[in-house]
């Protein structure tokens, strides 16, 4: 039951750290009723949303229309940014939460195939569960990272660096 929300609910994060600098970025301009009356229109929107998606999807429906709600929201601050700041630019962040999406869509297919796999194997015990859950999420972290790699995450660059410096200071 779980996995359905969630999988709605991954389709929108990507869109809901946006969502956070874009309020932070107002916050800084001195435009903070800006994000809030945005924030009123997508409570009314969400509403909406779940009204509507409820029946057909359940408890994912929730999540499903959360994460529309966010991005709505995300486009929303993105045309008023644009205004008040017009050297902002738009297709840098969408292709920023294109290459997250895929990413993440990648690593929810390996992650649970890989469980799949594994947990079909083994009996239904406890710990049989933990060596599945830990195989699945085991394959889906290293699809992140290769991804993160191929699409040349500067977040992974920056963390391998820290690793690295880390690891020499143990050393000494």
Known sequence: MVSGALFFFATGMSFTSANTLLN?????????WLP???GGITVVLNLFLVW?????Y???GIALATS????????ALSALMKRKVP???????????GRHIVITFLLSIASYY?????????????ISQVIALTGGCTAGGAVYLLGS???RYQELNESMELFRRSEGRLRT
């Open 24 to 32: 932070r970025g107002f916050y800084s301009l001195k435009h903070m």
């Open 36 to 38: 809030l009356y945005a």
């Open 52 to 56: 509507i998606l409820i029946k057909p």
């Open 58 to 60: 359940g408890h994912g």
């Open 68 to 75: 529309l709600v966010s991005c709505f929201n995300f486009f």
């Open 87 to 97: 050297e902002y630019r738009l297709r840098p962040v969408i292709w920023a939460i």
């Open 114 to 126: 890989s469980w799949l796999w594994i947990s079909t194997g083994l009996e239904d015990t406890l």
């Open 149 to 151: 790699y191929l699409f």
